[in-house]
């Protein structure tokens, strides 16, 4: 594929590390620029013109990362900023601290030397700067359920378009019939898992709790009553997709606990079942 080139500016005081994704990136088509210091960068910004930074969250020890990203979302509201960490598991990072982050990506990601993942990091980038530049236009055309131009309605656009890139788990709140079902079914298609299943559940269909968990996470046999053959729940079935989970605040407690451990441990367990499953 031939592509205007586009700016990058890397951010992050890892220079051995710098200079290697540097070099991958100007592979992909991008002119690429860097600065070590986290005081720097809003000047290296003006100076550059940059489409899109990619900011470390750690300097050294300290976690610069974070005050650095307000500092730039608060002078360039629109630039897109793309998060690099070392990993996405752990309490060195959040993607909900960083609000308006494009999205997050794991440097051990980009230690393999395997050309695929350099090349998916680089599509990941151009979608989104595109993303970030989406017009009233773009919005009508990509977005067919848009009635109106508010500017509530183009925020929503700008959020779907920014969590689609990223492998978040994402909380879509509402009253009933405000369209929570259709911004999921549009997150799917606008993501990189466009082409694998979507699977909606209601927790309001299930009155009986067993029911539920079972639906949600399967069950081996003889778990409950009527159990009498193993059943894989939503979450297995799902595996490379997208799964969306309708009224959840109806749920039991039990069932939002099972449902907690799932997005913080990002693995699955059957009811009565002992072997775990990655999600």
């Avoid at 998060?83 to 601290?97: N, P």
């Avoid at 919005?139 to 378009?161: E, H, N, P, W, Y």
């Avoid at 369209?179 to 009155?207: H, M, Q, W, Y």
């Avoid at 595996?239 to 997005?263: C, K, M, N, S, W």
Wanted: proline share 2%; with cysteine; net charge negative.
């Amino acid at each position: 594929m031939n592509y205007k080139k586009q700016r990058l500016l890397i951010v992050d005081d890892e220079l051995g590390w710098c200079e290697v994704i540097k070099s991958v990136l100007q592979e992909n088509g991008f002119d690429v620029d860097s600065e070590s210091q986290a005081e720097n960068t809003l000047h290296a910004i003006n100076s550059s013109s940059p489409d899109a930074i990619l900011l470390d969250v750690l300097f050294g020890d300290t976690n610069k990362g974070k005050d650095l990203f307000r500092k730039i979302k608060r002078e360039y509201p629109q630039l897109t900023v793309i998060m690099l960490t070392h990993t996405l598991i752990g309490e060195d990072f959040r993607l909900e601290d960083y609000p308006g982050c494009a999205f997050a990506y794991a440097k051990n990601q980009l230690t393999s030397g395997m050309d695929e993942a350099y090349e998916g990091f680089a599509e990941k980038i151009r979608r989104a700067i595109k993303n970030s530049k989406a017009t009233d236009e773009s919005f009508a055309r990509d977005f067919k359920f848009i009635v109106g131009k508010t500017g509530a309605m183009k925020s929503v656009c700008r959020q779907i378009l920014n969590v689609a890139t990223t492998n978040a788990t994402i909380l879509i709140t509402g009253e009933s019939g405000v369209g929570k079902g259709v911004i999921a079914r549009t997150i799917k298609e606008k993501s990189e898992r466009n082409s694998k299943k979507l699977l909606t559940k209601s927790c309001t269909d299930f009155p009986n709790e067993n029911l539920l968990i079972s639906e949600l996470f399967g069950h081996e046999k003889g778990a409950y009553t009527g159990a009498d053959s193993c059943h894989e729940g939503i979450f297995e079935e799902a595996i490379g997709g997208t799964v969306f989970i309708d009224e959840i605040g109806d749920a039991t407690p039990e069932t939002q606990g099972r449902l907690l451990r799932v997005l913080e441990e990002k693995t699955i367990r059957r009811m009565k079942g002992e072997k775990r499953h990655s999600r």
